[in-house]
């Protein structure tokens, strides 16, 4: 079973957009849609790692910021001729709290 | 002997409990009913047709006097129970008491009142019972202003009584789109059409700072400053579960009062039901569910088994004319799919949500006929595989035409403008095509439309083919995947059609996603801007990365700040600034740009504000090195120290800096002003170029030194600055009305023509003079440093991380 932790109020994010999340493993961004769904991925673009968490989200797609891979937040998927996969993290709203994975709040087994 | 069975609430969920108790076995206890209302049960959903006046009271009782003395329940009507003595199983109300073998708690939920200034003044109401209801009808609303705040399924249900009575209403509402939790952005804006129609002001995106007023509230203030004046005011905010006997009485109490499957509290000899209750970490809005739990109740108190298992409920919001569906959740899963149908031409939208095959959610608005068979199928977990292709036109449907992307264009009315340029409406392009001119260059003979900038071409073919019918058009290439309609098409339509926001152009031209792309988006966003500077809100979220964060990214994803430098000039107080920021916040490279201003590159996100705060005392601005906007005037020391200077070269550009920063265009502007024909602003490659000359200003435009090199085109000589000024205004604005999102002057330029342009600002003084006016008016709302916007202490957080996990970790 997953553990959660609270990352913050879901407000906190705006609609459409996404904020980070420091954690030991690297930056998460978690991210909001317009209907309030959220989706933590690795904040590291596969092609050249570009800041996912600054690109422009539209529907449950985002595009990163510095050349335009588009990636499916579901499944952390490139869309159309990209390839290339990020990683996604269990998280979930609870009474407009987020609560992300606790996973990501230990250290990586060593 | 009969057990006591003691019931603290008559809602409309004991009541339903009851029914079923009394029907299955009427002899098992001596029933004792207290309500807080002095009545008893009423069908609470219909309190709205009360508030409308299209129902009475007496319509919506459920269980009257007769009723309640034929099933011989003593009824405490007017009681609130104000204590639970657990250990006697005595329950008091300040009249009364009775004992109890089984209590059942079914107190609802109060509504939720927003901490504000002047929430307690007389003529501020919330929307539960039967006299907040009569409260807003006696308040006589013909005629006076009434402000709901809560645009949800409640506010809105209060906002449609109290305009049906003649009110003049407004909703306030704190998130982007009506019913955010029911609705996507799409159905909130259709939503929003229709009561706007109905004379209802809509402010979404609004919070409430406070209600003003001395004895009795007069108006309602927001924090942006907008004040609503209110004879009345409703707060539907929220509600919240009413728990406070139980927690008084030490029950296990979380959001609500927490039962097992069974309904039964942690005191076993106590139950709960409706919507005070918490099952499974889940609490309840609406009565589909407290109606099963009514059964499950009925059947635990008679000793039979049964579980509570709580289905997924579908919402309507019952608004006479305002058709809307939404059922399912719409969080969360991996792999899910969207099927989407607009008929922007009948203000219907459809939206489904699958998962594995199987609908999740369904969002619809406009027509909602086929809402409760996808219900069903969603339900039911239905495998949909087979009837994909067809599913979103519903059971009735099988094969057929795909949505028609002319439909947008076919409802124009005839009247609504199509050509720009030559005043040529939809009417009389089809009156030509009637009359025989079936080809666009007959057309354009006969009425002129798109033989001017020729944009509007697209749309002049599509009225034509519409005319036609249906003959196959060559299709115009789209804005992106998500539409059919060109660039140059959505600008017109935006205005034609009165186009207000992003949601509205994706559901009125059909858009084929559910929210654009990052192609459209950015565009749709400077279209919309750049029409109505004064109504539209600029959507952050539609913008690229360096326009959110007014600074460009870089390719490690720190940012590069580059301070305004008016027309090239500084002073040694803002260097020394510029190199106080750069110590300060460890900047690794400070360089001098092609633009006559100082780069700070490398810089993290989370100093962004505080850089910009430390700038701005200096006096320095944004140099908006990021934007589709003005970057930079570059200028040469011209007349004031140029043994060759002509004009002040220098303070003409710092004044055009000045005038146009901070407008947004449809891709970067950049000018140049040199104070002789030696030209060292090499201003004849820029967007904008001035030559000054002892005769005058020589203005040029549309050259190119990026990816294309072109000389600029002279577009105006004159003698007068001033007059130099307002021709360069006017260029832009012409610019920014009518070219393509992402082509810069010389590119459109190209496409419209030198001489259309001329004869728009230079030969034409009215038409120039009203360019220069409608920038104007757009300025007054964008001539402004961002970074003063988000270096305040409440915007500062908003840059850093969400939060930092890593510090648990070090634990
Ligand atoms: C900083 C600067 C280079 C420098 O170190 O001097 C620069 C840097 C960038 N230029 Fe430039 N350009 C800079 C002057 C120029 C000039 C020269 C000028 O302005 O006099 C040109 C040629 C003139 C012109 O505008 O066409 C120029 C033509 C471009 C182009 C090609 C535009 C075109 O339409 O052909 C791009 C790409 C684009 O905009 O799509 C570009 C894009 C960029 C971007 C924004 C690339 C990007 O998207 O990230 C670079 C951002 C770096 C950063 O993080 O700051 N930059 N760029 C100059 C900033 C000037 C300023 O003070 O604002
Ligand atoms: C205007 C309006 C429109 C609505 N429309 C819809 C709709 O279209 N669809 C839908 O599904 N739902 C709708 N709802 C919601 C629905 O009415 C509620 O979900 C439902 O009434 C909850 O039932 P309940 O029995 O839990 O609480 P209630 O019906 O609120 O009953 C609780 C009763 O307990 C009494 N009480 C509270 N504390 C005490 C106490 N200490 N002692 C004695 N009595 C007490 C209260 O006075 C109240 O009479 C609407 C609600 C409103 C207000
Ligand atoms: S020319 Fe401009 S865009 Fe190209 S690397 Fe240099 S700064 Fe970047
Ligand atoms: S780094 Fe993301 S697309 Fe290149």
């Given at each position: 079973?997953?553990?959660?932790?609270?990352?913050?109020?879901?407000?906190?994010?705006?609609?459409?957009?996404?904020?980070?999340?420091?954690?030991?493993?690297?930056?998460?961004?978690?991210?909001?849609?317009?209907?309030?769904?959220?989706?933590?991925?690795?904040?590291?673009?596969?092609?050249?790692?570009?800041?996912?968490s600054e690109g422009i989200v539209h529907g449950t797609s985002v595009t990163c910021p510095l050349h335009n891979w588009v990636f499916d937040m579901n499944s952390g998927q490139a869309q159309g001729a990209d390839q290339g996969m990020v990683r996604t993290y269990p998280i979930r709203v609870e009474a407009g709290r987020v609560l992300i994975s606790a996973r990501l709040a230990t250290r990586k087994a060593a | 002997m009969k057990k006591k069975l003691v019931i603290i609430g008559a809602g409309m969920a004991s009541g339903r409990m009851l029914e079923h108790l009394l029907e299955a076995?009427?002899?098992?206890?001596?029933?004792?009913?207290?309500?807080?209302?002095?009545?008893?049960?009423?069908?609470?959903?219909?309190?709205?047709?009360?508030?409308?006046?299209?129902?009475?009271?007496?319509?919506?009782?459920?269980?009257?006097?007769?009723?309640?003395?034929?099933?011989?329940?003593?009824?405490?009507?007017?009681?609130?129970?104000?204590?639970?003595?657990?250990?006697?199983?005595?329950?008091?109300?300040?009249?009364?008491?009775?004992?109890?073998?089984?209590?059942?708690?079914?107190?609802?939920?109060?509504?939720?009142?927003?901490?504000?200034?002047?929430?307690?003044?007389?003529?501020?109401?919330?929307?539960?019972?039967?006299?907040?209801?009569?409260?807003?009808?006696?308040?006589?609303?013909?005629?006076?202003?009434?402000?709901?705040?809560?645009?949800?399924?409640?506010?809105?249900?209060?906002?449609?009584?109290?305009?049906?009575?003649?009110?003049?209403?407004?909703?306030?509402?704190?998130?982007?789109?009506?019913?955010?939790?029911?609705?996507?952005?799409?159905?909130?804006?259709?939503?929003?059409?229709?009561?706007?129609?109905?004379?209802?002001?809509?402010?979404?995106?609004?919070?409430?700072?406070?209600?003003?007023?001395?004895?009795?509230?007069?108006?309602?203030?927001?924090?942006?400053?907008?004040?609503?004046?209110?004879?009345?005011?409703?707060?539907?905010?929220?509600?919240?579960?009413?728990?406070?006997?139980?927690?008084?009485?030490?029950?296990?109490?979380?959001?609500?009062?927490?039962?097992?499957?069974?309904?039964?509290?942690?005191?076993?000899?106590?139950?709960?039901?409706?919507?005070?209750?918490?099952?499974?970490?889940?609490?309840?809005?609406?009565?589909?569910?407290?109606?099963?739990?009514?059964?499950?109740?009925?059947?635990?108190?008679?000793?039979?088994?049964?579980?509570?298992?709580?289905?997924?409920?579908a919402t309507k919001l019952k608004v006479t004319g305002c058709d809307l569906f939404s059922a399912g959740d719409f969080a969360e899963g991996e792999g899910r799919e969207d099927i989407v149908f607009r008929d922007p031409g009948r203000g219907i939208y459809k939206r489904l949500v699958l998962e594995n095959d199987r609908i999740i959610g369904v969002v619809m608005y406009g027509d909602t006929a086929d809402g409760s068979w996808f219900y069903g199928l969603m339900k039911d977990g239905a495998d949909i595989r087979e009837m994909r292709d067809t599913l979103i036109f519903g059971p009735?449907?099988?094969?057929?035409?795909?949505?028609?992307?002319?439909?947008?264009?076919?409802?124009?009315?005839?009247?609504?403008?199509?050509?720009?340029?030559?005043?040529?409406?939809?009417?009389?392009?089809?009156?030509?095509?009637?009359?025989?001119?079936?080809?666009?260059?007959?057309?354009?003979?006969?009425?002129?439309?798109?033989?001017?900038?020729?944009?509007?071409?697209?749309?002049?073919?599509?009225?034509?083919?519409?005319?036609?019918?249906?003959?196959?058009?060559?299709?115009?290439?789209?804005?992106?995947?998500?539409?059919?309609?060109?660039?140059?098409?959505?600008?017109?339509?935006?205005?034609?059609?009165?186009?207000?926001?992003?949601?509205?152009?994706?559901?009125?031209?059909?858009?084929?996603?559910?929210?654009?792309?990052?192609?459209?988006?950015?565009?749709?966003?400077?279209?919309?801007?750049?029409?109505?500077?004064?109504?539209?809100?600029?959507?952050?979220?539609?913008?690229?990365?360096?326009?959110?964060?007014?600074?460009?990214?870089?390719?490690?994803?720190?940012?590069?700040?580059?301070?305004?430098?008016?027309?090239?000039?500084?002073?040694?107080?803002?260097?020394?600034?510029?190199?106080?920021?750069?110590?300060?916040?460890?900047?690794?490279?400070?360089?001098?740009?092609?633009?006559?201003?100082?780069?700070?590159?490398?810089?993290?996100?989370?100093?962004?504000?505080?850089?910009?705060?430390?700038?701005?005392?200096?006096?320095?601005?944004?140099?908006?090195?990021?934007?589709?906007?003005?970057?930079?005037?570059?200028?040469?020391?011209?007349?004031?120290?140029?043994?060759?200077?002509?004009?002040?070269?220098?303070?003409?550009?710092?004044?055009?800096?000045?005038?146009?920063?901070?407008?947004?265009?449809?891709?970067?502007?950049?000018?140049?002003?040199?104070?002789?024909?030696?030209?060292?602003?090499?201003?004849?490659?820029?967007?904008?170029?001035?030559?000054?000359?002892?005769?005058?200003?020589?203005?040029?435009?549309?050259?190119?030194?990026?990816?294309?090199?072109?000389?600029?085109?002279?577009?105006?000589?004159?003698?007068?600055?001033?007059?130099?000024?307002?021709?360069?205004?006017?260029?832009?604005?012409?610019?920014?009305?009518?070219?393509?999102?992402?082509?810069?002057?010389?590119?459109?330029?190209?496409?419209?023509?030198?001489?259309?342009?001329?004869?728009?600002?230079?030969?034409?003084?009215?038409?120039?003079?009203?360019?220069?006016?409608?920038?104007?008016?757009?300025?007054?709302?964008?001539?402004?440093?961002?970074?003063?916007?988000?270096?305040?202490?409440?915007?500062?957080?908003?840059?850093?991380?969400?939060?930092?996990?890593?510090?648990?970790?070090?634990?």
């Open positions: 079973m997953t553990l959660f932790v609270d990352i913050g109020a879901l407000d906190d994010i705006p609609q459409q957009g996404a904020r980070v999340v420091k954690t030991a493993q690297g930056c998460i961004a978690v991210f909001r849609t317009a209907d309030d769904t959220v989706f933590a991925l690795d904040d590291r673009c596969p092609h050249k790692g570009g800041p996912l | 076995n009427p002899d098992a206890y001596d029933v004792t009913l207290f309500n807080g209302e002095p009545r008893g049960n009423y069908n609470r959903l219909m309190l709205s047709p009360v508030l409308s006046g299209e129902k009475t009271y007496d319509d919506i009782v459920t269980h009257d006097d007769d009723w309640y003395a034929a099933h011989g329940v003593d009824c405490r009507f007017g009681e609130p129970v104000v204590h639970i003595d657990r250990d006697r199983r005595i329950v008091h109300s300040n009249l009364s008491s009775a004992e109890y073998d089984a209590l059942v708690i079914a107190t609802g939920s109060a509504p939720f009142i927003i901490p504000v200034v002047g929430k307690e003044l007389p003529g501020v109401v919330t929307y539960r019972d039967l006299e907040d209801t009569n409260a807003m009808i006696d308040a006589g609303m013909a005629g006076k202003e009434a402000v709901v705040i809560g645009g949800g399924l409640l506010g809105l249900e209060a906002a449609a009584g109290m305009a049906a009575r003649g009110a003049k209403v407004t909703v306030i509402h704190l998130m982007g789109h009506l019913m955010e939790r029911q609705l996507d952005p799409a159905a909130g804006y259709l939503l929003q059409k229709d009561l706007e129609r109905r004379g209802i002001t809509v402010h979404c995106k609004g919070a409430t700072k406070a209600i003003m007023g001395h004895g009795q509230a007069e108006a309602v203030l927001l924090e942006d400053g907008t004040v609503y004046p209110a004879d009345l005011v409703c707060m539907a905010v929220g509600i919240r579960p009413e728990t406070r006997i139980a927690v008084d009485a030490h029950l296990e109490v979380e959001r609500g009062i927490t039962v097992d499957d069974t309904l039964r509290t942690s005191d076993p000899h106590i139950f709960a039901l409706g919507e005070c209750v918490e099952h499974r970490k889940q609490l309840f809005g609406l009565v589909a569910p407290l109606y099963d739990q009514a059964k499950v109740l009925a059947k635990t108190l008679l000793g039979e088994a049964a579980e509570f298992q709580p289905v997924q409920t009735a449907f099988q094969g057929g035409a795909a949505p028609d992307p002319m439909a947008a264009v076919a409802a124009l009315p005839p009247e609504a403008e199509i050509c720009g340029c030559n005043g040529v409406c939809k009417g009389t392009i089809v009156q030509a095509v009637q009359n025989g001119a079936t080809t666009l260059d007959a057309v354009r003979a006969c009425t002129k439309a798109s033989g001017s900038c020729g944009t509007c071409t697209g749309l002049v073919k599509q009225v034509m083919a519409l005319t036609l019918g249906g003959a196959v058009v060559e299709a115009p290439t789209g804005m992106c995947k998500c539409t059919d309609h060109t660039h140059e098409d959505v600008r017109r339509l935006i205005t034609s059609m009165g186009l207000k926001s992003i949601p509205a152009v994706l559901q009125e031209l059909g858009w084929k996603t559910v929210g654009g792309c990052h192609s459209c988006r950015p565009a749709l966003n400077f279209y919309l801007l750049a029409e109505w500077p004064l109504d539209y809100q600029d959507d952050r979220q539609s913008r690229f990365v360096n326009e959110r964060n007014h600074a460009n990214i870089q390719k490690d994803g720190t940012y590069s700040v580059v301070p305004r430098m008016w027309g090239g000039v500084t002073t040694p107080a803002e260097l020394r600034a510029i190199a106080d920021a750069a110590d300060k916040y460890n900047v690794p490279m400070v360089k001098v740009t092609g633009g006559q201003r100082i780069d700070l590159l490398g810089v993290r996100k989370e100093d962004l504000p505080h850089m910009w705060a430390d700038l701005n005392e200096a006096g320095l601005v944004s140099g908006h090195a990021y934007s589709k906007g003005l970057r930079t005037v570059k200028t040469c020391v011209g007349s004031e120290f140029c043994r060759f200077g002509t004009q002040d070269s220098t303070g003409l550009g710092i004044r055009l800096e000045k005038l146009l920063w901070g407008s947004w265009t449809p891709h970067k502007v950049k000018l140049g002003v040199s104070g002789c024909p030696r030209n060292c602003a090499e201003a004849t490659c820029k967007d904008v170029g001035v030559i000054c000359v002892d005769s005058g200003y020589q203005i040029s435009v549309a050259g190119a030194a990026g990816m294309e090199l072109k000389e600029t085109e002279a577009l105006a000589a004159t003698p007068s600055e001033d007059e130099a000024v307002e021709i360069i205004t006017a260029f832009v604005q012409l610019y920014r009305e009518s070219a393509k999102y992402l082509d810069r002057p010389y590119k459109w330029v190209a496409k419209v023509g030198l001489d259309w342009v001329k004869d728009r600002v230079v030969a034409d003084l009215e038409s120039r003079r009203a360019l220069v006016a409608r920038f104007e008016i757009s300025q007054s709302v964008y001539r402004k440093d961002p970074w003063a916007e988000h270096s305040t202490t409440s915007e500062m957080p908003k840059w850093a991380p969400l939060a930092d996990l890593t510090l648990e970790a070090a634990e």
